[in-house]
């Protein structure tokens, strides 16, 4: 056996070395694989639940336009924009008499806090006195008032009466009457609770006709929205009678409205019903409405 010559004695060596120290190398690469953590994909962040729907809850303005019948004008609410309204008024009395109204009712706000209005329209009477009988011009209604600011709003406002409608076939006394009056409201969530009351100066008329008297007002009413455009209004309503002898007149008035926003067109309509014997047997009340 020959012997191995130095020289390659050297390069086997060596050979060797370099396999023993590149071996575990290889062996970390071929195993680092099944060592390492596979990769976590991110997981996507929670969404925000979603945001709590809020309750509608019809705004001042919306309480606003959503009127009495039988004191429109001495109510607290102040209407946002304008109001027109053509109005039908039909009364029947025990007596047999029959009065009906066709008016034009407008109102309109003024500044901040501040509402004017008027009532105008014609009178037709048919009583058992041939000398009561007759149509025309009614008399015409002006007021103004004013809310102070506050969470149940409170108004103070007067109203003047021009005497246009004809005294000698009863359709007015011929005198100019004032009426001073005060009102709150209270808008909760599902109703409006509504008061007002009042002094008016009525003016003395010719005979045939009884002297009048310095008549007081009180009224209280309740007003429960029905969806967007439409309330339930409940209002009753006293004065103590305006000529002597005449008595006192109150109500009770049940009707529905269908007026809410603006602008657009509603309709209004209404039963009246005595609480005592000075009021009328009964009173319908129809009205079409434009808001503006």
Known sequence: MRPIPAFRLVVLLLVFAGAAVLAPGARAQETQPFEQTPPREDEPAESAPPAAT??????PSDRDARRLFQRFAEDAAIIPGGWVEGLLSFEHF????????????FAFQVGEG????????????NADAPDLDGNGLADIDVYFKHRFAGASPCAIGGLLKLPTAKEDE????GKAD??????????????SFTANAGARYNGDPDPPFPESEVSVLAGAGAIFPVGREMSIVIEGTWESERLDGVGNDARLTIGLQGVAERPGFGF?????LPLTDAAPDYQILFGAVYLY
């Open 94 to 105: 025990d007596s047999g008499a029959e009065r009906a109204f066709l008016d034009g009712l």
């Open 54 to 59: 809020p309750q509608c809850r019809p705004a």
């Open 114 to 125: 501040n509402e004017a209005g008027l009532r105008l329209g014609f009178e037709w009477l």
């Open 178 to 191: 004032f009426e001073f009056f005060g009102s709150c409201r209270a808008n909760l969530d599902a109703v």
């Open 170 to 173: 009863g359709l007015g006394t």
């Open 268 to 272: 209004r309509g209404a039963l009246a």
